[in-house]
């Protein structure tokens, strides 16, 4: 399974990005997808996660200000970010949950300024 993320950028606090995952070279149904982000310097960290039938996880630190969707149909995943702080920069990675195994996409940076 291929993932290719794309949707990240520079914006200022408060303001919104809409993060794209799109999965490739899959034949079946592609289990839980999700979001993890890495600070710099520091670990990386769940984000966020959504099951087949929809059902979705948050870190605390987003709930309320981030949606993750996916569109089965297009093996894709979405995560709409709102309400930016400067504590949300990061390099942004989707990972998916395919056959039991895990892969993930090469990172997306996401900066927000103060």
């Known amino acids: 399974v291929q993932l290719q993320a794309f949707g990240g950028g520079f914006v200022q606090s408060g303001g919104s990005l809409r993060l794209s995952c799109a999965a490739s070279?899959?034949?079946?149904?592609?289990?839980?997808m999700g979001w993890y982000r890495q600070a710099p310097g520091k670990q990386r960290d769940f984000v966020a996660r959504?099951?087949?039938?929809?059902?979705?996880d948050y870190a605390d630190s987003v709930k309320g200000r981030f949606t993750i969707s996916r569109d089965n149909a297009k093996n894709t995943l979405y995560l709409q970010m709102n309400s930016l702080k400067p504590e949300d920069t990061a390099v942004y990675y989707c990972?998916?949950?395919?056959?039991?195994?895990?892969?993930w996409g090469h990172g997306t940076v996401v900066t927000v300024s103060s």
């Open positions: 070279g899959s034949r079946f149904s592609i289990n839980f």
């Open positions: 990972k998916v949950v395919y056959r039991l195994r895990h892969y």
């Open positions: 959504i099951a087949p039938n929809g059902y979705t």
